[in-house]
Antibody, heavy 118, light 111 residues
């Protein structure tokens, strides 16, 4: 059974940092592109970042470029999202998802809530 | 950016009746490989999104056959042949032909 379990969310002040993790199991993580997708409270879905199978290619939505970094450790089946210089508008539930082809996410985690507030 | 416009945004439906959601794109979603990367996701209350349909009309494993997707180019539709109580939630179209974007979501509720 495929499982994606996010952790690391919480309350952080504006300008602060947070690192999210996503533990993957039930599929060949090292052969899968992976993504982070977020959802602000009561709002729709927004793609945040993508990483290829060996971590050599990363892509970001414009609003997080230069502030967020996606990475992976395939020896541990872990996906990360390092979030720096956090803003109130980054407040959201962050989901990790497997990307089989061109962002057609087939498996999603349960999400972890990030709240940026003073 | 590709803009996806869904309609309606709210869809009250009687149990057992059909439902249809439209998704219109600001540009053609046919990719250079010939595929059209238009997907549909369901998000039940309090749950994570779940993919229902990929590449316009391919239904995911475990998705009831009352769900179907159709369309081409810039106009796409998700149909539910007979709405059941478990279908309540928000439905999003999403394109991966260009940098990924989602429609605003359509909230399906029971009348």
């Amino acid at each position: 059974e495929v499982q994606l379990v996010e952790s690391g969310g919480g309350l952080v002040q504006p300008g602060g940092s947070l690192r999210l993790s996503c533990a993957a199991s039930g599929f060949t993580f090292s052969a899968s592109w992976m993504s982070w997708v977020r959802q602000a409270p009561g709002k729709g879905l927004e793609w945040v970042a993508n990483i290829n199978i060996d971590g050599s290619e990363t892509y970001y939505v414009d609003s997080v470029k230069g502030r967020f970094t996606i990475s992976r450790d395939s020896s541990k089946n872990l996906l990360y999202l390092q979030m720096n210089s956090l803003r109130a508008e980054d407040t959201a539930v962050y989901y990790c998802a497997r990307d089989p082809v061109r962002w057609s996410w087939d498996y999603w985690g349960q999400g972890t809530l990030v709240t940026v507030s003073s | 950016d590709v803009v996806l416009t869904q309609s309606p945004l709210s869809l009250p439906v009687t149990l057992g009746q059909p439902a249809s959601i439209s998704c219109r794109s600001s540009q053609s979603l046919v990719y250079s490989d010939g595929n059209t990367y238009l997907n549909w996701f369901q998000q039940r209350p309090g749950q994570s999104p779940r993919r229902l349909i990929y590449k316009v009309s391919s239904r995911d494993s475990g998705v009831p056959d009352r769900f179907s997707g159709s369309g081409s180019g810039t106009d796409f539709t998700l149909k539910i042949s007979r709405v059941e109580a478990e279908d309540v939630g928000v439905y999003y179209c999403m394109q991966g032909t260009d940098w990924p974007t989602f429609g605003q979501g359509t909230k399906v509720e029971i009348k």
